[in-house]
C-alpha cells in the first residue's frame, strides 16, 4: 500500500475560472483622479484613496484604487486576475469591497476602483468594544467561509486585510463599505475539492503564517483559519475598552483556530458561538 502524503492537486488560477469581468472604465486622464491618502503600499501594488468622476454612480465620490504604475505584464495580468476574484466573491455578499471598475490611464497608471473602507483592524481594535469585536467576527468569519464555500483560500489574512466600515455612507462617501470587509486577493487561489493540500511558497507575512506555511508545508483553506485568528488575538491585546474578563473570553475563544492543523478548531464552529 503507499504511504506518505498523497499528490495534492494542482491549483487553477482564479482567472481561468468562468466569471465576468470588472466593468471596464476606458482610458481615463490623471485629471478625472483627485488622490487624497495612501491606504496601503504592497510589493505589487498601492492602494489610494482618491476621489473620482469616472463613475456613472456620479461625481466626487471617493473610492479606493488599487494600481501599479507602469506595470510589466506580469503585474497587469496579476492585478486584473484579483480584480476577477473580487467581483466573483463579491456578488451578492456585503464583507468583500464591491469592484466598480478596471482603468487604465493616460500616463501608465493600470488597477482598478473598489469600495473605499475604514481603517484596517489593528488600527481599529483601539477603539472597539465587545460589541463590535463579535460583530468584526461574525462579518469576518462569514466571509472567509464564503470563500471557501467557492473553493478558494485566501492565503494572507492579517489585520491590514481585515479593513472597517465608513461610518457614514452619505454625499461623497455613499459608495463606501458599511461592515467589515475582508480585502487583498492577490494571494488567492481556486482549488478542487475535496480539500486540497498544496506545498506553499514562503509567506509574504511571515509572522502571520501558521508553522506550517512558515515550512513550505502543505497547506490548503486551514491556512486562513490560522490568519484569522492569530489577527484577532493580536486586536484583542489593543483593546482598550475591552474588560479584563472580555479580553480573556475572546482569547480563549480564539486560541484553538491557531492550534496546529491536526487540532485546529473549525472555524463555522467558531462562529457558531459568537
Partial sequence: MPTGRPKPEKPMPMAV???????????????????????????????????????????????????????????????RAEAEIMERCSRGFDN????????????????????????????????????????????????????????????????????SPRLSDLGMWRLAATDWMLADFDAALVFKRPEPRIKHRMPGTFFYASNEAKRCDYVGTMEDVYGFGISFQEATGKGARLTPAEKQDLLSRLMPLT???????????????L
Avoid at 501594488?45 to 471617493?62: I, P, Y
Fill in 17 to 79: 475560472q468562468p466569471t465576468s469581468s470588472p466593468r471596464l472604465l476606458g482610458r481615463v486622464s490623471c485629471d478625472d483622479l483627485t488622490v487624497k491618502d495612501v491606504l496601503g503600499k504592497g510589493g505589487l501594488a498601492r492602494v489610494l484613496l482618491v476621489q473620482t468622476d469616472v463613475l456613472k454612480e456620479g461625481e466626487g465620490l471617493n473610492v479606493a484604487l488599487k494600481c501599479v504604475f507602469r506595470p510589466v505584464l506580469e503585474d497587469a495580468q496579476s492585478l
Fill in 96 to 163: 468583500i469591497p464591491k469592484v466598480l471598475g478596471w482603468l487604465e490611464s493616460d500616463t501608465g497608471l493600470t488597477g482598478f476602483l473598489l469600495q473605499a473602507c475604514g481603517p484596517p483592524l489593528q488600527v481599529a481594535a483601539a477603539t472597539m468594544d465587545v460589541a463590535e469585536f463579535t460583530r468584526a467576527l461574525r462579518a469576518l468569519s462569514g466571509a472567509i467561509l464564503h470563500i471557501h464555500s467557492m473553493d478558494l483560500a485566501h492565503l494572507d489574512i492579517k489585520p491590514p486585510n481585515l479593513l
Fill in 259 to 273: 492550534y496546529p492543523e491536526a487540532m485546529r478548531a473549525n472555524l463555522e464552529d467558531f462562529r457558531n458561538t
